[in-house]
């Protein structure tokens, strides 16, 4: 899921152009109005390569939004959309502050880095209490309340039947937990075998682990239980940067951390802010839906994205734990509309897994809001939403990405556009374009003249080398004189 296209904000690149100066080197001089031109021309060529190329708009003064993006969670890439144009210490001041936040989520909740808590209780092998920060423990709470009301489909101990599908974080390392050949049978088919599945099934299951915040515990049934966040710790971030942003005075914003997001307020436009839900398609990104957002959360999964194709069967990235097999089910993408963005995180996840059907019950039940895209055997797909769902704004279908000939176009319109303000000044002062030490002001015209002595402003350097110019003209007509 993206932000539909929105205007955002860079700053001016910091790039400033200073007037061309004469030197002795050749450089070329013009009039001072077709140097402004080329300026203006340069700015512009500037401002639409960065609409272009990064789908970003700088605005100045008068710009409506401001926009902070970085990384977080490794690979993944937040982005967060101010309402208004914000001066540089107030930019700053949110900018570090959601990176601090987003940074302290990744040190308690990583599965890669070794001293985080979650990695620290998965590598303990006692079933005593094992102490974690408060915040972990509150996450996995969530995370549990959402396990059993969605009937296991929401598993934070799935990891290791992921990793055995080579799927998650364990994919390209044979020595993490159950990927190995030590502790996973694969067929021939390169798959894990049902045996395999059968043995990593005895870790894993969300009623094997428990959670207490006095003290801030977890304790596991069974040595090797392992947990991974990830499915919703982005979902978390989002609604704790939102919370950061707001408490330094913004009510109107847009956040994304990875596929997940959260609107405040409202765009400045007057409208509410746009999230566009992308089509299923696994060979282009193209925007099914723009969906208005007004104080929610969106998530979306999907299996377009992750799969793994052996022996000409697809296999989805979306485990279930309660099989251990990936799901087969109806469900092409599915994204929820609620509050909390950690919360549709999670059972945008385990609509996956439940299928349509049964996920609509849910949905009502819960107080969900729903989007569903289905597939049928034919490779049909058939969306449908549920009165919960935000009803989605009425416009065509967006291919997402650069559109190249427009970007030809635009560039070659641009060049033009600089190079006919170039020419502003050389035709309203009916003069030719000057200059060039060493360069146009040894060429000397049809009248023997250079056209250095119709240059409109000279500096001081040209009118020194003119007199050179004029004096060598002066000797060499002098000796053609003499010649003859």
């Not at 075998?193 to 959670?211: N, Y």
């Not at 009425?394 to 070659?412: D, I, K, R, S, Y």
Request: proline share 5%; charged share 20%; with cysteine.
């Amino acid at each position: 899921m993206i932000p539909a296209l929105q205007l955002a904000p860079v700053k001016d690149a910091q790039a400033e152009f200073a007037p061309v100066k004469a030197q002795r080197d050749g450089l070329t001089r013009i009039p001072a109005i077709a140097c402004e031109a080329l300026l203006a021309g340069a700015r512009l060529l500037l401002w639409v390569c960065l609409v272009l190329l990064t789908g970003t708009l700088a605005v100045g003064s008068d710009g409506t939004t401001t926009r902070i993006e970085g990384q977080c969670f490794g690979p993944i890439r937040y982005q967060v959309t101010l309402s208004g144009s914000i001066d540089d210490p107030a930019l700053e001041s949110v900018s570090l502050a959601v990176q601090r936040r987003l940074d302290e989520i990744n040190q308690r909740m990583s599965t890669y880095l070794p001293e985080s808590a979650v990695s620290r209780f998965n590598q303990h092998q006692g079933m005593d209490w094992f102490a974690v920060d408060e915040e972990t423990a509150r996450v996995v709470i969530l995370a549990l309340q959402i396990s059993r009301q969605s009937e296991g489909a929401f598993d934070i101990t799935v990891g290791p039947l992921v990793a055995a599908w080579k799927f998650g974080a364990a994919a390209s390392s044979d020595s993490s937990a159950g990927v190995g050949d030590s502790s996973v049978g694969v067929g021939e088919s390169n798959v894990p075998t049902a045996e395999a599945i059968e043995s990593l099934l005895q870790r894993v299951g969300f009623q094997k682990l428990e959670v207490r915040l006095e003290p801030p515990a977890l304790k596991k049934s069974v040595p090797d239980l392992e947990i991974d966040l990830s499915a919703v710790a982005k979902g978390y971030a989002v609604d704790e940067v939102a919370r950061v942003v707001r408490e330094l005075g913004h009510k109107s914003f847009f956040v994304e951390v990875g596929e997940e997001v959260r609107a405040e307020g409202q765009h400045p436009a007057g409208r509410p802010w746009v999230c566009g839900i992308e089509k299923p398609l696994e060979d282009q990104r193209v925007i099914d839906l723009r969906v208005p957002v007004i104080n929610r959360s969106i998530a979306t999964s999907g299996d377009y994205r992750q799969f793994r194709m052996i022996n000409g069967k697809r296999y989805a990235h979306t485990i279930d734990p309660r099989t251990g097999y990936p799901t087969a089910g109806d469900v092409a993408l599915a994204s929820i509309v609620v509050e909390d963005c950690a919360v549709a995180d999670a059972w945008a996840t385990a609509a996956m897994v439940l299928g349509s059907e049964r996920m609509f019950e849910l949905a009502r039940a819960h107080g969900l809001g729903l989007h569903m895209v289905t597939r049928d055997a034919a490779g049909t797909f058939t969306a449908v939403q549920n009165d919960r769902f935000p009803q989605p704004l009425q416009q065509p279908t967006e291919v997402v990405g650069p559109n190249w000939l427009v970007m030809v176009g635009a560039t070659v319109l641009v060049f033009g556009l600089a190079l006919a303000g170039m020419s502003v000044g050389v035709l309203f002062k009916r003069k030719p374009i000057a200059g060039s030490c060493g360069g146009l002001a040894n060429m000397p015209n049809r009248d023997s003249k250079s056209p250095c002595e119709l240059c409109a402003n000279p500096s001081q350097e040209c009118r020194d080398l003119g007199r050179g110019a004029r004096a060598a003209r002066e000797a060499r007509e002098a000796a053609e004189r003499a010649e003859t």
